[in-house]
C-alpha cells in the first residue's frame, strides 16, 4: 500500500485494551514511520496538543463518563484554526447513530466502525486523510431543492406524486418554461421572493418548451458563472439520436427519457433522486445566491 | 428501461495502483459485464482518448461510454484533463464522473464549473465502493442515455 512518511499521530482512546489492537493495527501498516501518543482522556489529549503538531487524530467517540470524541474536536476547532484530519472510531453497536452524530460534525473527516480483525479499511482512511491535507469536512447535505421545467401539467403532476410516492426528502419546485426557469434560477420577475433562499440542487429539464426551450435555456444557464455549476438532467420524451448528441454537447450532466407509464416513471425518479442526492457530491451545500 | 447493456468500455484514470485495484474488485463484484481500462495520469488518459502515441492501436474503435476520473495525478492532473475533455468536440460528448479522495469545495465547485458530469467523493469502505459502484453504473448504463448509444 501506498503510504506517505508519517510523522505523529494521536489517539484519544479510553479502553487500554482497544488502544494496544489499534496501535498494533498501525505499526503494522506503517512500521517505524510512525509516533502514536495515546491519550486516554480528552484532558490528556488537549495537553498533547498544545505541545505537539499532531498530522492525524485518531478519535474514539465513546469516552467514558468524559464529553464525547466528536465534542473534544469540536472545542479543538473553537482553539485551532487548522485541524489535522479526524478519524472518529466507535465499536459496532452504536455506528448508525454515531455516524449521524459525526457526519454532522465539522473537522471529521471520517467515520469508522472498529474492526481489529481486519485493518484495511482504516488503513485506507488514514491514508486519504493523510494525502488531502485540506481541511476537510463530512459534508453536510440540507435538503436540497430540485426544481423542475416542463409545460406539459399532466407531466409536472405525474412527477410530483412520483415524489410523493417515494416520499422523498427533497422539494421539488416547478415552473412551466425555459423563460420562468431562467426567472427562477435568477430570483427575479415573479421569483424575487427567492432571493434569500439556496439555489436548487439538481435541475430538470424538458427539451420542448414554448418561450424559451430546454436547449436554449441550458446554453444560458452554462452560459452563467454562478448557475453554471448546478448539474442539469434532461428528462424529455424524445428519444432522437439528435437531441441526445446536442443535449451533452451543451452540457447537460445526463439525459433520461420520460418513460410512459407511471410505475416507470416512479422508478426513474427514484434512480435519479438516489444519484443525485445520495452517491454524488452537490455543490449546492456551498452555494448562497448573490445578495 | 431498457434491460440489454452494450458492450462498451468504461475507463478509470488513477495514479493509486491499489484505488485501480479496489475499483476492479468492486466492478466484479457487480458483476458488469462492460470491460473497464485503466490509465494512470492524465497524460495517458489523453493518449487513450485520443488514440495516439501508446494507444494508437485503438484507432478506430469507439470511445468509452464512461470516464472515472481522479483529480490528483501526476504529469497531468485530472483539473486539467477535464478541461481539455470538455474543450473537444468529440470528446466533450463522453460523461466524466470526478472520482477523488478530495472533499474541499473548492474541487467540487471547479469541477462542475469545468463541467464533470458528476463529482463523487471516494468511499472508505470496500462495501461502500461496491454500492456506489453498482448505482453509478446502474445510472450510467440503464437509466440514463448516453451518446453514440445507438451505433
Known amino acids: 500500500m501506498n503510504t506517505p512518511a508519517l510523522k505523529r499521530i494521536l489517539l484519544l482512546e479510553d479502553s487500554a485494551d482497544d488502544a494496544t489492537l489499534i496501535v498494533e493495527q498501525l505499526q503494522q501498516a506503517f512500521g517505524k514511520t510512525v509516533s502514536i501518543d495515546i491519550a486516554s482522556d480528552s484532558h490528556h489529549a488537549t495537553a498533547l496538543t498544545a505541545d505537539a503538531d499532531y498530522e492525524l487524530y485518531l478519535v474514539d467517540y465513546y469516552l467514558g463518563i468524559d464529553v464525547t470524541g466528536v465534542d473534544w474536536v469540536l472545542t479543538q476547532r473553537q482553539s485551532q484554526s487548522l485541524l489535522p484530519p479526524v478519524i472518529v472510531l466507535t465499536g459496532l453497536d452504536d455506528a448508525d447513530q454515531i455516524e449521524l452524530v459525526a457526519s454532522n460534525a465539522s473537522g471529521v473527516s471520517y467515520f469508522l466502525k472498529k474492526d481489529f480483525s481486519d485493518s484495511s479499511d482504516l488503513i485506507r482512511a488514514i491514508n486519504f486523510a493523510l494525502k488531502n491535507r485540506m481541511q476537510m469536512n463530512l459534508p453536510v447535505y440540507d435538503k436540497i431543492t430540485i426544481v423542475m421545467a416542463d409545460d406539459d401539467y399532466d407531466d409536472q403532476l405525474l412527477v410530483a406524486d412520483a415524489f410523493e410516492e417515494l416520499k422523498l426528502e427533497s422539494r421539488l419546485d416547478m415552473v412551466n418554461d425555459g423563460e420562468a426557469l431562467l426567472n427562477y434560477l435568477r430570483r427575479q420577475g415573479k421569483y424575487v421572493d427567492l432571493i434569500d433562499e439556496k439555489l436548487p440542487g439538481l435541475i430538470l429539464l424538458d427539451l420542448n418548451m414554448p418561450r424559451m426551450d430546454g436547449r436554449q435555456a441550458l446554453t444560458e444557464i452554462r452560459a452563467d458563472a454562478q448557475l453554471r455549476r448546478i448539474p442539469v438532467v434532461l428528462l424529455t420524451t424524445s428519444e432522437a439520436e439528435s437531441d441526445l448528441l446536442q443535449g451533452y454537447d451543451l452540457g447537460a450532466n445526463s439525459y433520461v427519457v420520460k418513460p410512459v407509464n407511471f410505475d416507470d416513471l416512479v422508478a426513474i425518479i427514484a434512480h435519479i433522486t438516489t444519484y443525485w442526492c445520495s452517491i454524488v457530491t452537490l455543490p449546492s451545500s456551498y452555494y448562497r445566491p448573490e445578495a | ?151
Do not use: C, H
Not at chain 2, 48 to 69: C, D, K
Open chain 2, 1 to 151: 428501461m431498457r434491460s440489454n447493456m452494450e458492450l462498451i468500455t468504461i475507463l478509470m484514470a488513477d495514479d493509486d495502483p491499489d484505488d485501480r485495484l479496489l475499483v476492479e474488485d468492486a466492478f466484479e463484484e457487480v458483476q458488469l459485464k462492460n470491460s473497464i481500462d485503466f490509465v494512470k495520469d492524465g497524460v495517458e488518459l489523453m493518449d487513450y482518448l485520443f488514440q495516439r502515441g501508446a494507444y494508437s492501436s485503438l484507432a478506430g474503435s469507439p470511445p468509452p461510454g464512461l470516464i472515472l476520473l481522479d483529480l490528483n495525478m501526476p504529469k497531468k492532473d485530472g483539473r486539467q484533463a477535464l478541461r481539455e475533455i470538455k474543450e473537444d468536440a468529440k470528446l466533450r460528448l463522453i460523461p466524466v464522473v470526478i472520482l477523488t479522495t478530495s472533499q474541499a469545495d473548492e474541487d467540487i465547485l471547479r469541477s462542475y464549473d469545468l463541467g464533470a458530469n458528476s463529482f463523487i467523493v471516494k468511499p472508505v469502505t470496500f462495501d461502500k465502493l461496491v454500492d456506489i459502484i453498482r448505482k453509478v453504473t446502474n445510472y450510467w448504463f440503464q437509466i440514463v442515455r448516453r451518446p453514440g448509444e445507438g451505433d
